[in-house]
């Protein structure tokens, strides 16, 4: 890190010493950014502001359980940086969220949803509410209070949230009616929709088909695919599904699937029969991945909380889609994969791979997209769900699939462009951040730095 950035970086330990998730995600933009602000000197003051959140919105959330018992959680929107467009980004309910782990997603959204092209600025936000083991009307009530604050920061043109960890359809949906109770009106001010009230077709594969996509693009470089190759796939949720069901479609084979609890290796491969079966197992029945092994005869190797070392990445993989949460896969973990033979990792989840794992791939050589560049899928067709609502009407599959490939083309082209124009060929990491850096930047600059 050259020396201006490293003392924007001081400035942000000093001043959230307990935020090391954000402090994570800074130091990766901010290593990229050294060659950028030495051709381009007028944005050095655009870094210090980039990194503190224009508005950071926190609010108690009170919820009677099923026993008339009150809960109390607390809620959370990020407005990290609305130069572009309306804040935009996901609303994630899991027992571990907290400012930090929300100012590092908000801030790797600024520059995810530049990429992207579309007019959408950066934001994040959730609970530190836990849907496992809830009933539904528990969920519900939960959504609807959480909703009962949020309503007032938000709005199509404003702040428009989404899902992410523990926030799928139903939760949209929840949330949607009471915001439209609240603010007395129907607009897209929500995405993720179901398609009967303004969702878009794609919006729940985008993410998962988005990785792939871009996996694809960065394998045919050189010149390898997805045919027959065998595919490690963490996390079963929305990302890892869809991820699954577009390596089916591209001809390869997922040989893994997670959840906090454990993780399942089916050397046959999880094929569309079985894929199935784990949809609804996770979206309908709620269960657990364990019952997978049991359905199917095949292993399952039980796991910590703690996400790293969980022997997953362990198993003989030629490409890995990290797609369950932030810093699941660790330098040593990396290292096995290595030793193992695979030769591409593209995140689906966001910041799934640590520093020490990022290194490894770049010293071995490895093909290694960041989820900024490669789970961008997911926020671009919330961008086209935006699109569809402003102007009331809706795309065919075809056509919204249609785009986000294009997407995800453009997203794939303009980062190694950027890498190479920086002198950095082949450095995924550096050419999305710096991409993504100078559109924003430019914006912020033109508008005086606000
Ligand atoms: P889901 O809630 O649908 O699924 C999350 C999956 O990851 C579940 O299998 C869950 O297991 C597992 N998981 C979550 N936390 C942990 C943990 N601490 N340790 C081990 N496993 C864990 O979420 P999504 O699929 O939507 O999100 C997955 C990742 O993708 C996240 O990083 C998210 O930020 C990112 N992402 C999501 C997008 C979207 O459109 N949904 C867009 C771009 C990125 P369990 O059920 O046991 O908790
Ligand atoms: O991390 C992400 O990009 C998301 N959770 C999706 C955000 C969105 O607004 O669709």
New binding site residues.
């Given amino acids: 890190m050259n020396d201006s950035m490293n003392e924007v970086y001081t400035s942000v330990l000093t001043r959230d010493p307990d935020q090391p998730e954000f402090h994570q995600a800074v130091e990766e933009v901010l290593d990229s950014l050294g060659p950028v602000i030495e051709r381009r000197p007028e944005y050095a003051p655009v870094v210090k502001a980039i990194v503190e959140p224009e508005r950071v919105i926190q609010f108690r959330v009170p919820w009677y359980d099923d026993n008339g018992d009150l809960n109390v959680n607390r809620g959370f929107r990020i407005q990290m940086n609305g130069a572009i467009g309306p804040y935009k980004g ?1 609303l ?3 027992p ?1 969220v907290n400012q930090s782990i929300l100012k590092f ?1 908000a801030f790797e959204q600024v520059f ?1 949803n530049s990429l992207t092209g579309l007019p959408m600025g950066g934001g994040k936000g959730g609970s530190d509410f836990d849907p ?1 083991g809830k009933s539904e009307a528990e969920v519900r009530r939960f959504c609807q209070s959480f909703m009962m604050e949020l309503w007032r920061h938000i709005g199509a043109d404003l702040d428009v949230p ?7 359809g139903r939760e949209i949906g929840y949330m949607f009616g009471m915001y439209r109770k609240l603010a007395n009106e129907f607009t897209g001010v929500l995405t ?1 929709k179901g398609m009967a009230y303004g969702g878009s077709l794609i ?2 594969e ?3 088909y988005g ?1 792939v996509y871009f996996a694809r693009e960065m394998l045919s470089t050189k010149d390898k695919s997805f045919d027959g190759a065998k595919v490690a796939i ?8 869809f991820a699954a069901e577009k390596v089916l479609d591209l001809g390869g084979k997922p040989v893994t ?5 454990g993780f399942i290796y089916d050397p046959d491969g999880i094929d569309r029969q079985k894929l199935a079966f784990v949809m609804d197992l ?1 979206n309908n029945k ?1 269960g ?2 364990k019952e997978y092994a049991i359905e199917y005869g095949c292993d399952y190797t039980e ?1 910590q ?3 790293n070392l ?1 022997g997953l990445w362990g198993v003989e993989a030629d490409i890995a889609l990290p ?4 810093n ?1 896969m660790n330098g040593e973990e990396a290292k096995m994969l290595v030793d193992n033979g695979c030769i591409a990792v593209a995140e ?5 791979c640590t520093p020490e794992a990022i290194e490894c791939f770049h010293h071995h050589g490895l093909l290694f997209a960041p ?1 900024k560049a490669s ?5 671009a ?2 961008g086209l769900e935006m699109s569809q609502n402003s102007l009331r009407l809706s795309w065919s599959r075809e056509e919204v699939d249609r785009r986000l490939e294009e997407i995800m083309v453009n997203i794939h082209r303009n980062a190694s462009e950027t890498a190479r124009e920086y002198g950095m060929e082949g450095n995924y990491v550096a050419g999305a951040n710096i991409a993504g850096f100078l559109k924003v930047a430019e914006s912020m600059e033109a508008q005086g730095l606000l």
């Fill in positions: 996901g994630r309910f899991h571990s997603l995810k496992k989404a899902g992410d960890i523990g926030v799928g993720g919006r729940p985008a993410t998962g990785t963490s996390g079963s949720g929305n990302v890892a599904q699937l997670s959840d906090s609890s996770k709620r657990r991945i796991t909380p703690e996400p969980n797609c369950a949460t932030q699941e689906g989840a966001n910041m799934p989820g789970n961008a899928g997911g926020v067709t919330s």
